[in-house]
T-cell receptor, first 117, second 116 residues
Framework: KAGVTQTPRYLIKTRGQQVTLSCSPISGHRSVSWYQQTPGQGLQFLFEYFSETQRNKGNFPGRFSGRQFSNSRSEMNVSTLELGDSALYLC????????????????FGAGSRLTVL | AQSVSQHNHHVILSEAASLELGCNYSYGGTVNLFWYVQYPGQHLQLLLKYFSGDPLVKGIKGFEAEFIKSKFSFNLRKPSVQWSDTAEYFCAVNGRGGGSQGNLIFGKGTKLSVKP
């Protein structure tokens, strides 16, 4: 069973540019969440999508956006990049993202490491 | 505000020593609790989870955690650590209330270094 796949794994951008990251969830998983991981702030929730709808959003500026497609694959976009956006961006999927069963357990991908120069 | 506190930033132990990593949370309502582990160069993996029932839960690789509701705690334990347990450990919580529960709130993590 394939895990959560994130592309690209590494990328370097300059300030002011924009970036799009992609995530393919585990087959059958309909909930996709995105997290930003930095040494200083740790893991912070960006947003969650379920059935192509954003269900929840973290406390990030509007430069951070995302979407989910009908096949549950998700993308996130960061526009007008700043130096502080350098981070590991993690995608996680679960069957439903709700409830008190295994359907609510997140499986994480390896992440996309973004460096902003 | 919802938050998770992990008391130790870096723990250094010798092999065969016992481990206890502290985790306290602040969250209004009923919660689900998780411990994730990130081995060097690898992605986050689920170590164990608590949804309901027996507050003592067992996970992979001999780890266990105890949910103490009155103390808002979910401490991770292992009786005897191995060098291969060297990793960063994250405690996380989400709520069971209505709406999205894909929003995991993580602690800042505890780095565990095990000396051979």
């Amino acid at each position: 069973k394939a895990g959560v796949t994130q592309t690209p794994r590494y990328l370097i951008k300059t300030r002011g540019q924009q970036v799009t990251l992609s995530c393919s969830p585990i087959s059958g998983h309909r909930s996709v969440s995105w997290y930003q991981q930095t040494p200083g702030q740790g893991l912070q929730f960006l947003f969650e999508y379920f059935s192509e709808t954003q269900r929840n959003k973290g406390n990030f500026p509007g430069r951070f956006s995302g979407r989910q497609f009908s096949n549950s694959r998700s993308e996130m976009n960061v526009s007008t990049l700043e130096l502080g956006d350098s981070a590991l961006y993690l995608c996680a999927s679960s069957k439903t993202g709700t409830g008190i069963s295994g359907a609510n357990v997140l499986t994480f991908g390896a992440g996309s490491r973004l460096t902003v120069l | 505000a919802q938050s998770v506190s992990q008391h130790n930033h870096h723990v250094i132990l010798s092999e065969a020593a016992s481990l206890e990593l502290g985790c306290n949370y602040s969250y209004g309502g009923t919660v689900n609790l998780f411990w994730y582990v990130q081995y060097p160069g690898q992605h986050l993996q689920l170590l164990l989870k608590y949804f309901s029932g027996d507050p003592l839960v067992k996970g992979i690789k001999g780890f266990e955690a105890e949910f103490i509701k009155s103390k808002f705690s979910f401490n991770l334990r292992k009786p005897s650590v191995q060098w291969s347990d060297t990793a960063e450990y994250f405690c996380a919580v989400n709520g069971r209330g209505g709406g999205s529960q894909g929003n995991l709130i993580f602690g800042k993590g505890t780095k565990l270094s095990v000396k051979p």
